[in-house]
């Protein structure tokens, strides 16, 4: 399989298609709901599908879970992540020779059984990629502009050779949102309003990325990592990466949380880190509401934070779209680390451009974008980056 950190566990595809459609598997629960999704759509039985595994996942491909789809089934040999997996499972079914490629999460759901069809027919003649819009089933705020290149979008194999494919080296998160900023900005991309599919909001707040922090803090520095490569061709992105490194800091140093320290430590160096254990001693969370109006733009949501920091401190308790954030520690401890990480902004102000520099200049060393005729030198990289940082997962 040329140089993918990956093996075939069972090829079951019967003639070959023209569309393919990958998912990365890291549930087996998930994959049974996805697979019930799918054979509710038309035209779910003309395609080919791709599912990708963690090692020693133990699928057994001769499930009758699987029956009547046309499956090629494979298994990570290293831990290649969220961005290593969308990046090996579009170009393996590039090489493969496949003239669409449909990639979706295995939690996003399309609204009607004839979404497939609708967007092929799309897609058919157009050298862009065609996704559909998304929204939180949950959402009072009905969002259509809102879209995830990981969401049930098509891609013809043209885009690969002229934009190049999802950039592995972020390992967890980031990929979606880079990816999509390089298809905006050479206008290869085209946002259905009148096609939707349902996706859950997950770690929406630094407190449920701080109760989940082995799920949550490797997205943290995936997303960091796109932005220092994206602030390699566009000024912008330095202020960005600048704001989240200093808001990520305070509240590592409000809560005294050496794990979020570390996470953004290490970015600039594209070194790996996944937490020991969750953060559950400083806060809980509780859902107390099924529908509740998630706020619609980044600068409500960080609005949305400081009253809720202030909410914790007069009230132990704050809320959030559908959730309620208890804290868990006493209040002098918060208003002690708030005072704490305020005086520290100079300092991690300081760090910021630091990290910015070296990220940078660490960026540079990269093969990017990468592209059919760079691919294999860009996945030895990429394997070599893992290998090194095993002992950190």
Request: charged share 25%; proline share 5%.
């Amino acid at each position: 399989m040329n140089v993918l950190p990956l093996k075939i566990i069972a090829d079951n595809r019967r003639k070959k298609a023209e569309v393919a459609l990958f998912c990365p598997v890291g549930d087996k629960n998930q994959l049974i709901e996805f697979l019930k999704v799918v054979r509710k759509l038309d035209y779910h039985d003309k395609i080919d599908y791709l599912f990708i595994y963690p090692r020693n996942f133990g699928i057994d491909p001769e499930d009758s879970i699987f029956d009547g789809l046309s499956i090629i089934h494979i298994e990570e040999t290293l831990p290649v992540g969220t961005s290593g997996a969308f990046f090996c499972g579009s170009y393996f079914l590039y090489q493969e020779g496949y003239i669409f490629i449909i990639i979706s999460d295995i939690d996003a759901v399309p609204n009607s059984k004839n979404m497939l069809t609708v967007l092929l027919a799309k897609a058919k003649g157009k050298d862009k990629v065609i996704i559909p819009s998304s929204y939180s089933s949950s959402d009072r705020n009905y969002q259509r502009e809102m879209a995830n290149i990981n969401q049930w979008s098509i891609i013809p194999r043209a885009i690969f050779e002229k934009v190049g494919f999802y950039t592995p080296y972020f390992w967890r998160g980031g990929e979606d949102f880079e990816f999509l900023e390089r298809l905006k900005k050479t206008n290869l991309v085209s946002v259905q309003r009148d096609i939707f599919i349902y996706h859950p909001h997950a770690g929406f707040t630094i407190f449920h990325k701080m109760n989940e922090k082995r799920k949550f803090y490797p997205y943290v520095a995936g997303l960091m990592k796109a932005y220092l490569f994206l602030s390699l061709h566009n000024f912008y992105y330095n202020l960005i990466f600048l704001l989240w490194y200093l808001f990520y800091s305070f509240f590592a140093d409000t809560f005294s949380d050496e794990e979020l320290k570390e996470t953004i430590r290490k970015v600039p160096s594209f070194s790996l880190f996944v937490p020991k254990k969750n953060g559950e001693n400083i806060f809980e969370i509780k859902k107390i509401s099924k529908k509740a109006a998630y706020p619609s733009s980044w600068t409500l949501r960080f609005f949305h934070i400081v009253i809720m920091v202030l909410s914790l401190l007069l009230t132990k308790k704050a809320r959030i779209y559908t959730d309620e954030i208890i804290l868990k520690i006493p209040r002098w401890k918060l208003l002690f680390g708030l005072i704490k990480a305020t005086i520290l902004i100079p300092w991690n102000s300081i760090l910021a451009l630091i990290a910015l520099k070296k990220g940078r200049e660490k960026a540079r060393q990269f093969i990017y974008p990468v592209k059919p005729n760079n691919a294999k030198e860009a996945i030895k990289i990429f394997a070599d980056m893992i290998n090194k940082n095993l002992y950190n997962m």
